[in-house]
């Protein structure tokens, strides 16, 4: 089928559904005429709903009628028993799954064979069409669901496929790491504030540095520190200001947030 004119239904509609919702709305990927969602609390859901001009459903049975492709996104602990309960309705739907910790055979387990299921890990940037979206190397899409999947929400995420092993790991690089950026953006702002900049000057320039500084490296294909190294005058000040992050134990700062996030990930 032609994704442009997919219906798209989401089980779920939370903080990170909507924000799949929004990139879709943002970069005219769906109508809002096409897109379903449900939840338990209605209200909630009418206004969330009735804001973007979506369609408000009364459960999962009716959002996967009325959808070519369903996202279930609902917290990992409620996955079980709302695809059970739904098991009917979903069979032969597409499941884009963005439960974290929830892969293909969590799947299998609670559905047996016979769906079409992908699992993946979103991050919050999808909102404004700039999203990762970690996925399953193994899944059950048939070819023409993949097409549909990678069609649809291809155009506000990049998808990265990895092994069933890697994919909490390549969960926690793209939808965790935001947050480390964020804390990096208000600690950068803050040194220029103690150095006497404007909180709200220090905000424009340091998410554009590091935006820019992204797109550079991806763009230039070169390596990080050559790029680093390109910027280090011999005896200049940039150096002071890497010498100093070394001191304070910065690389490894981020090399232990990964540790203790798997750490957490593992006990669970
Ligand atoms: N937030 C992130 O950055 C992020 C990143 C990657 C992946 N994820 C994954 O995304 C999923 C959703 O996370 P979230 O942060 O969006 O959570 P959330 O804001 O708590 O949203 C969960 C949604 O599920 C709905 N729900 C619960 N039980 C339901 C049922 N039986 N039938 C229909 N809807 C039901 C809730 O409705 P009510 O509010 O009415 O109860 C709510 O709309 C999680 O599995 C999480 O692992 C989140």
Not at 42 to 60: P, Q, T
Not at 86 to 100: H, Q
Not at 143 to 163: C, D, H, N, R, T
Request: net charge negative.
């Amino acid at each position: 089928m032609d994704f442009r004119n997919a219906k798209v239904g989401f089980i779920g509609f939370g903080s990170m559904a909507s924000a799949i919702c929004d990139g879709l709305l943002m970069k005219n990927v769906v109508e809002p005429s096409a897109i379903y969602a449900c939840a338990r609390n209605m209200d909630k859901l009418r206004a969330a709903c009735d804001k973007r001009g979506i369609n408000a459903c009364a459960g999962a049975e009716e959002v996967a009628a009325a959808s070519d492709i369903v996202v279930i996104a609902v917290l990992p602990q409620q996955v079980e028993g709302v695809v059970k309960d739904a098991a009917d309705a979903l069979r032969g739907k597409p499941l884009f799954s963005i439960a974290a910790g929830i892969d293909y055979a969590h799947y299998v387990s609670y559905l047996g064979e016979g769906f079409n299921h992908i699992s993946t890990v979103p991050n919050t940037p999808i909102a404004i069409g700039e999203g990762i979206i970690v996925a399953e190397a193994t899944h059950s899409l048939t070819p023409e669901q993949l097409a549909l999947f990678e069609g649809v929400f291809g155009q506000i995420a990049k998808i990265e496929y990895f092994s069933s092993e890697l994919l909490s790991l390549g969960g926690t690089g793209a939808g965790c790491a935001p947050a480390f950026v964020d804390v990096f953006i208000e600690a950068m702002a803050d040194g220029l504030v103690k150095n006497g900049m404007s909180r709200a000057q220090a905000y424009k320039i340091v998410p554009q540095m590091i935006s820019g500084t992204a797109k550079y490296m991806m763009e230039s294909g070169k390596h990080p520190g050559e790029l680093k190294d390109a910027i280090c005058t011999p005896g200049g000040t940039t150096i002071v200001g890497i010498s100093a992050l070394e001191e304070t134990g910065f690389r490894y700062s981020l090399i232990h947030a990964i540790d203790k996030i798997m750490e957490k990930k593992h006990s669970m």
